[in-house]
């Protein structure tokens, strides 16, 4: 069975500061990792993808992916509020007909 | 541009019925997932469609059953209805069958 994992949460950051989300994952074939936002009730959201060993910058997310220790993490600079959701990171197994296998999530809350 | 849309947003159905969900790719992308989301849980893989060919099935039984039309649009069928079968389903779209995938918002499925 191959499986991401990530930790539940809740993790909780006052307003401002780095917010850091981390996932590991069992598919040594797995390329590609995504990691998605869903506030409650709502569907995920995209909001960063990575292929490559090393970092991903784009606006106050950075994802970071080693594919040797099999970790991918998100951070999240300058965490405001409406960060508050839960992040769920996805591998893509390209040798099992394009299926994102998904961690369960972490529940981020970002204090005032 | 409109991004990926479904239909019902909700429903509810008895056990023993069936149900057909719907989706409509954002626009030029021509492949659709599907995927189920119990409450607390990552989304599951159900099906990959590519150019009209499933690419892709997970661990789901023959109950479900899916397709994907000329216009890229795609349908979701479940027989036999469980209780079990509650839950989000998401319909993803992407550009190609292993490019990053946006999701609708879901069709909320209550069996009773």
């Known amino acids: 069975q191959k499986e991401v994992e990530q930790n539940s949460g809740p993790l909780s950051v006052p307003e401002g500061a780095i917010a850091s989300l981390n996932c590991t994952y069992s598919?040594?074939?797995?390329?590609?990792f995504f990691w998605y936002r869903q506030y409650s009730g709502k569907s995920p959201e995209l909001i960063m993808f990575i292929y490559s060993n090393g970092d991903k910058e784009d606006g106050r997310f950075t994802a970071q992916l080693n594919k040797a220790s099999q970790y991918v993490s998100l951070l999240i600079r300058d965490s405001q509020p409406s960060d508050s959701a839960t992040y769920l990171c996805?591998?893509?197994?390209?040798?099992?007909?394009?299926?994102?296998?998904f961690g369960g999530g972490t529940r981020l809350m970002v204090k005032p | 541009d409109a991004g990926v849309t479904q239909s019902p947003t909700h429903l509810i159905k008895t056990r023993g019925q069936h149900v057909t969900l719907r989706c409509s790719p954002i626009?030029?992308?021509?492949?659709v997932s599907w995927y189920q989301q119990v409450l607390g849980q990552g989304p599951q893989f159900i099906f990959q469609?590519?150019?009209?060919?499933?690419?892709g099935r997970g661990n789901f039984p023959d109950r479900f059953s899916a397709r994907q039309f000329p216009n890229y649009s795609s349908e979701l069928n479940v027989n036999a209805l469980l209780l079990g079968d509650s839950a989000l389903y998401l319909c993803a779209s992407s550009f190609g069958a292993n490019q990053p995938q946006h999701f609708g918002d879901g069709t909320r499925l209550s069996i009773l």
């Open positions: 996805a591998g893509l197994q390209e040798d099992a007909g394009n299926m994102l296998t």
């Open positions: 626009s030029g992308h021509k492949s």
């Open positions: 598919d040594r074939g797995s390329q590609s």
């Open positions: 469609y590519y150019e009209k060919e499933e690419r």
